[in-house]
C-alpha cells in the first residue's frame, strides 16, 4: 500500500476536465510513483484525470483505479467507462424544494440542517467492473 498524498494545489477551487488532467499530471509527477487510485469529487475531474493517465500511456484500472461523483452521462460512453457514485438527483431536488417551501410558509426557522438521499454505486471499467 502506498503512502497517502496531498491534495493537489488549486484542484479543489477548479472542477473540470482541464482541472481533472492537471491534477493528475500532478500525481504522476509525484516522486514515488503513481497512486493506486483516485477518487475525484465529480466526474467531470475524473475524466479530466483519465485522459492524462491514458495520454501518459498508464493502464486503468490495472495501473490506477479511477472513480467520480455525480454519474453524469458523458460517463457512460467515456472509454473506460467511469465508476462513479450515483446521488438520487430526483430526491435531492424534492428534498430541496420541500425545505424552500416549508421556509416560505414559516413552517421551518430555516435554520442548518441535514438532509439525506439515496445513493448507489455505479461499478464499471474504470474499476475493472
Not at 20 to 46: E, I, K, Q, R, T
Request: charged share 25%; hydrophobic share 35%; with cysteine.
Amino acid at each position: 500500500m502506498r503512502r497517502r498524498r496531498p491534495l493537489c494545489r488549486g484542484t479543489v477551487l477548479r472542477h473540470g476536465l482541464g482541472a481533472g488532467a492537471a491534477a493528475m499530471a500532478d500525481l504522476l509527477d509525484h516522486p514515488g510513483g503513481p497512486p493506486d487510485a483516485v477518487f475525484c469529487y465529480n466526474d467531470p475531474l475524473a475524466l479530466g484525470a483519465i485522459r492524462t493517465l491514458l495520454t501518459r500511456g498508464v493502464r486503468i484500472p490495472d495501473d490506477v483505479a479511477v472513480v467520480g461523483f455525480d454519474d453524469i452521462e458523458a460517463g457512460r460512453y467515456n472509454t473506460p467507462t467511469l465508476t462513479t457514485i450515483s446521488p438520487d438527483k430526483t430526491m435531492i431536488a424534492q428534498l430541496a424544494v420541500n425545505r424552500l417551501f416549508s421556509r416560505l410558509d414559516g413552517r421551518s426557522p430555516g435554520e442548518p440542517g441535514e438532509l439525506w438521499a439515496p445513493y448507489s454505486l455505479e461499478i464499471r471499467e474504470s474499476t475493472g467492473g
